[in-house]
């Protein structure tokens, strides 16, 4: 396993690919939403987006509403795995690792136009993704494959020609930041049926754009004994504390094993570090189709948005022959198109005028991710497709101040298992409230100020393989086999050996994953 070191920090980075990929519907477009979360049957400006049907009901005339959001999340690991044990910096087994993600700038515009039995939309917002996580200090996705250092090493050791390796523990240097934004330009043409019936027919062109960037660097291994080496008839005795780096490492190997010294120095360019920098990109478009019902006291409000697919082409550092070499980091390479649908959505809402001053509305979401394509398939991972419940009231205090509350239940198809989610990305059921007030300015001009809120269920990812190690590990031994490093006898031995670990519970280990958002929102509404 020692001739695997090299590897090592390239096998880190491709626990990335589930981050890259994945994707997030935004329906939270306005501060409208966030006060009062149920838009399906609501009758604004703010349709154009949420119930275009509902547009052919505002009065004639010009309505535009320019919004904006900021959006405040934290993601949180709690990482327990036996092997962080070995970490030079770790306090026994479980390790805390969180990441931010800010988006502190959300626009969104809608305009509207009705005349007569004609109506016209346009929304334009942040309709996927929305902003950018970091995580300072890696993951364990990350550190979990470097944590096996030192036991791979010792049970490695005589075989290669090192002696007895001592017992030693590990350190290392990661970072990895993901953004995404999907943008959409949205429009819909109305037209009303009848005096209660209006329809819409239009479409959304998304722009989707992500970069990723992440790095594992300074993989080093500190001795816990001393450890004794000889070269040419000379030794060396090196004492417990030693910090030794991947560097030193092969150039060890190198020495005690100058029939390889050639595929040695063939794979000592990944010692040193490793990068991966990928930006992604494409067009998409879906048709949208709407339908509202008004009469007296009621609304009805259906829109059907169809799948966005999306196949995103990389512009990467990672090359063809890298990506060959190490599967995991496929999605990266250079060239290449991963895809990336925007599941299609249906949304139903029912909203009802108790009195002239209080509304009560409720709305619900279906979102079709099953049928969403995504890299390798991911989306069959899903056990079901998200769906959502959506509530709200409003009341008008007076002419000037309306006050509202809202909440949300999202509920995705995860299974019990859980294998569509990692520590890098994940959803999880949730339930959110928001709150917030309209200031009638004048007739013709509102003010929106919100707050949203969404509290997270926790979840415990349980892995009898932790993070894939013992697969990784598997390839190792194949990579290594195949550079000559093992031969066909050891390297069965050494799968062998894996396998017996990965059963016997040696690689086993959870992650408790939770989540926090905050959004605040902000917009102004006005006709003429």
């Not at 931010?100 to 334009?124: C, E, M, Q």
């Not at 799948?307 to 990467?316: A, G, H, M, P, V």
């Not at 509102?446 to 997270?456: D, H, Q």
């Amino acid at each position: 396993m020692k001739t695997s070191l090299p590897l090592v920090a390239a096998l880190c980075l491709s626990s990335m690919t589930a981050f890259a990929g994945d994707y997030l519907t935004n329906t939270n477009q306005t501060a409208s939403f966030l006060r009062m979360p149920a838009q399906e049957g609501y009758i604004s400006v703010e349709g154009a987006y949420y119930n275009p049907g509902g547009i052919g009901f505002l009065s004639d005339g010009w309505h535009v509403a320019v919004n904006n959001q900021s959006a405040f999340q934290t993601r949180t690991a709690i990482s327990t795995f036996d092997l962080y044990n070995y970490g030079l910096h770790n306090d026994g087994s479980t390790k805390r690792f969180k990441g931010k993600a800010t988006a502190p700038i959300l626009p969104a515009l809608d305009v509207a136009y009705v005349n007569g039995r004609w109506s016209g939309s346009f929304h334009a917002g942040v309709v996927g993704g929305g902003g950018q996580c970091t995580f300072e200090d890696g993951l364990g996705s990350f550190e979990s494959v470097v944590s096996v250092m030192p036991m791979a090493l010792q049970m490695a050791a005589p075989t290669l020609g090192l002696g007895n390796f001592p017992p030693s523990q590990y350190s290392l240097d990661t970072y990895m930041r993901g953004k995404q934004f999907f943008i959409g330009a949205q429009f819909g043409v109305g037209y009303k049926v009848l005096p209660e019936l209006n329809v819409s027919l239009g479409g959304r062109l998304v722009y989707a754009k992500s970069n990723y960037y992440g790095y594992v660097r300074d993989i080093n291994l500190t001795l816990g004994a001393p450890y004794t080496t000889m070269h040419n008839d000379q030794v060396t005795t090196l004492p417990a504390g030693t910090q030794l780096g991947m560097t030193q490492l092969l150039g060890g190997l190198a020495q005690a094993r100058p029939d390889l010294a050639e595929q040695v120095a063939a794979l000592s360019s990944l010692a040193s570090e490793v990068e991966v920098n990928c930006d992604q990109y494409d067009w998409g478009f879906a048709p949208i189709i709407g339908v509202s019902y008004k009469k007296g006291p009621l609304s009805l409000g259906l829109r059907y948005e169809f799948k966005t697919r999306l196949r995103l082409k990389n512009e990467s550092t990672t090359t063809a022959q890298q990506a060959a070499l190490l599967g995991n980091l496929a999605e990266f390479e250079d060239g290449k198109k991963v895809p990336c649908d925007i599941p299609a959505l249906l949304g139903v809402g029912v909203g009802y005028e108790f009195t002239p001053q209080l509304r009560a509305y409720l709305s619900g979401h279906l979102f079709f991710d099953k049928q969403a394509h995504q890299f390798e398939h991911k989306e069959k991972l899903l056990k079901g497709n998200t769906w959502e419940v959506l509530a709200g009231v409003e009341y008008d205090i007076d002419d000037q101040w309306t006050v509202s509350l809202g909440g949300q239940s999202t509920n995705y198809g995860l299974g019990k298992d859980k294998k569509y989610i990692s520590d890098i990305s994940f959803v999880s059921s949730s339930y959110s409230l928001g709150a917030g007030v309209k200031f009638h300015v004048t007739d013709n001009i509102g003010i929106n100020l919100a707050y949203f809120k969404t509290f997270y269920h926790s979840m415990r990812k349980v892995q009898q393989d932790y993070n894939g190690l013992g697969a990784t590990a598997q390839k190792l031994v194949g990579v290594a086999q195949q550079a000559g490093l093992l031969d066909e006898q050891t390297a069965q031995a050494a799968s062998g050996a894996v396998r017996q670990m990965v059963e016997g519970g040696a690689f086993r280990g959870n992650d408790l994953l939770d989540r926090t958002n905050d959004v605040i929102g902000i917009g102004v509404d006005f006709s003429f």
